[in-house]
T-cell receptor, first 115, second 113 residues
Framework: ELKVEQNPLFLSMQEGKNYTIYCNYS?????LYWYRQDPGKSLESLFV?????AVKQEGRLMASLDTKARLSTLHITAAVHDLSATYFC???????????????FGKGTHLIIQP | KAGVTQTPRYLIKTRGQQVTLSCSPI?????VSWYQQTPGQGLQFLFE???????NKGNFPGRFSGRQFSNSRSEMNVSTLELGDSALYLC????????????FGQGTRLTVV
């Protein structure tokens, strides 16, 4: 069974600081996704990482994937209040020799950025 | 370009009833997946449909079922509702399954009383 673990689950930080959210997963996969969810809203796709060593950046967010370590990171640079949200990583296991779990999500990182 | 549309947005049902939720994917997308989100269990995969066929199914009881129509619209049905079925049900649309990006609808908030 694929397990996806995010840490930290809760993060309070100040504007202007840098921080990293980690996503570890238990089974080989080369497809990892990051989503953002605002309270009461749906999931917004941030990044799609499809190969080992993939790195993608959008504004103050940068995501990377190391399939050998089964680790993805979401790095926040010079945080601003608007980035406050819950961030989820999700691993696609359906390509794993008949895997049938769709996207397996981490529990999410609740991020609060204070002025 | 219209996004993923889920209806209704909110529902209140009584235990024992059944409910049908609808999802219209982005035009041209052929894959529709359903997820249940609860505070305790987080986001859990229910099932995925592609070209009117269920391709994958998560670990949910048989009370949860779904289907997809020829226009890619999908419905999910929950019979004999239980209090624990109260959740946000999210539908995701993607062009195909091979690593293509999934876009989520606004969700249907189901409350079972």
């Amino acid at each position: 069974e694929l397990k996806v673990e995010q840490n930290p689950l809760f993060l309070s930080m100040q504007e202007g600081k840098n921080y990293t959210i980690y996503c570890n997963y238990s089974t080989t996969s080369d497809r990892l996704y990051w989503y953002r969810q605002d309270p009461g809203k749906s999931l917004e796709s941030l990044f799609v990482l499809l190969s080992n060593g993939a790195v993608k950046q959008e504004g103050r967010l940068m995501a990377s994937l190391d399939t050998k370590a089964r680790l993805s990171t979401l790095h926040i640079t010079a945080a601003v209040h608007d980035l406050s949200a819950t961030y989820f990583c999700a691993v696609d296991s359906s390509a794993l020799r008949g895997g049938a779990d769709g996207l397996t999500f981490g529990k999410g990182t609740h991020l609060i950025i204070q002025p | 370009k219209a996004g993923v549309t889920q209806t209704p947005r909110y529902l209140i049902k009584t235990r024992g009833q059944q409910v049908t939720l609808s999802c219209s994917p982005i035009s041209g997308h052929r894959s529709v997946s359903w997820y249940q989100q609860t505070p305790g269990q987080g986001l859990q995969f229910l099932f995925e449909y592609f070209s009117e066929t269920q391709r994958n199914k998560g670990n949910f009881p048989g009370r949860f079922s779904g289907r997809q129509f020829s226009n890619s619209r999908s419905e999910m049905n929950v019979s004999t509702l239980e209090l624990g079925d109260s959740a946000l049900y999210l539908c995701a649309s993607s062009f195909d399954r091979d690593g293509t990006e999934a876009f989520f609808g606004q969700g249907t908030r189901l409350t079972v009383v």
